[in-house]
């Protein structure tokens, strides 16, 4: 697109110079001759040559985001599907359709933290209940569901699960 534009530019120039050079409306269409004026060609071919520089900039910049737009992966924010060719699929088939590779599921460093601190914690909960039960003491239920992720308890629905709803 930007070697379109700057022919173009460069097209007007020649043109420019051609007419003074050969003074052009005379040569094809007849009439007047007219004396050639060097300085007003030169303040011409200064403003073609700005006019170009700032298009060629400003569409360079917006070739530039229209590619940055474009690969730009859209995924929805609530079950994490990925929109590809106009149609929405698991991340998993994504991976599969566009690079032709498998995935497999892991778990980060952080994930996995946050995973042992809150089985820890509902494991220790538990504990509590089981000797509180022993010794005739209740651990209230609300101390239970508080404790339990969003995801693990059976009254709460997980997020992606509530925005469905």
């Not at 379109?4 to 040569?27: A, M, R, V």
């Not at 520089?53 to 360079?60: D, P, Q, W």
């Not at 590619?67 to 730009?72: S, V």
């Not at 995924?75 to 929405?88: F, I, P, Q, S, T």
Request: include cysteine; proline fraction near 4%; glycine fraction near 8%.
């Amino acid at each position: 697109m930007l070697w379109y534009q700057s022919i173009g530019f460069g097209f007007i120039l020649l043109l420019t110079w051609l007419n003074e050079l050969t003074d052009l409306p005379h040569t094809l269409l007849g009439g007047q001759p007219h004396a050639g004026n060097l300085r007003f060609c030169i303040l011409e071919t200064i403003v073609v040559l700005v006019a170009w520089g700032i298009l060629f900039l400003a569409t360079r910049r917006l070739v530039a985001h229209l590619h940055y737009l474009n690969g730009l992966l859209r995924v929805c924010a609530w079950c994490r599907k990925v929109n590809y060719e106009g149609d929405w699929v698991q991340m998993e088939q994504y991976f599969a359709r566009g690079f032709k590779v498998e995935s497999t599921h892991g778990i980060c460093p952080d994930c996995a933290k946050k995973v042992e601190e809150d089985t820890k914690r509902i494991h220790r909960l538990e504990v509590e209940r089981k000797n509180a039960t022993s010794t005739g003491t209740s651990v209230p239920e609300q101390e239970v569901s508080a404790s339990l992720p969003a995801g693990d308890h059976p009254d709460i629905a997980p997020q992606h699960d509530r925005a469905a709803a």
